[in-house]
């Protein structure tokens, strides 16, 4: 079970930096994303021909983060993650559709193709619980 700090976390915040590898090229992007508890996931939504979108399709393992930006060290959090992405179908699809729209309704005026990571690895630093305060969680999909 993933740490209720680590929910709220993910919950407060609306934008992720992922990033991919395809032959030995990394490259990473930042898209609008909305959190999927009961699923360990997070959807966002980019165009597939852009060049993650494409990078996802030929290896979609990746990694990413979600930060709270402050210049105070004891206020620094963030979480870094792992994960496996895909596209998703049917009534996930749907779940995912009905969640990010929720979360962003000017995008229902977007022509969105929406992806989801669902998340095999998380370490979150949060200092204002110490210096260096970790917390993982670990998946095996």
Sequence with gaps: MIDSRVIRFFRKHHVLTIATTVENEPWCANCFYVYLEE????????DIDTRHGKEFIKNPRVAGSVVLETMVIGKIRGIQFQGIVSEPEGEMLSKAKWAYLKKFPPAVLMDTHLWMVR???IKMTDNR?????KVYWRNEL
Excluded: C, H, S
Aim: proline residues 0%.
């Design 39 to 46: 699923e360990d996931a997070l959807v966002f939504t980019t």
């Design 119 to 121: 998340l095999t690895f």
């Design 129 to 133: 619980f110490g210096f260096g305060k």
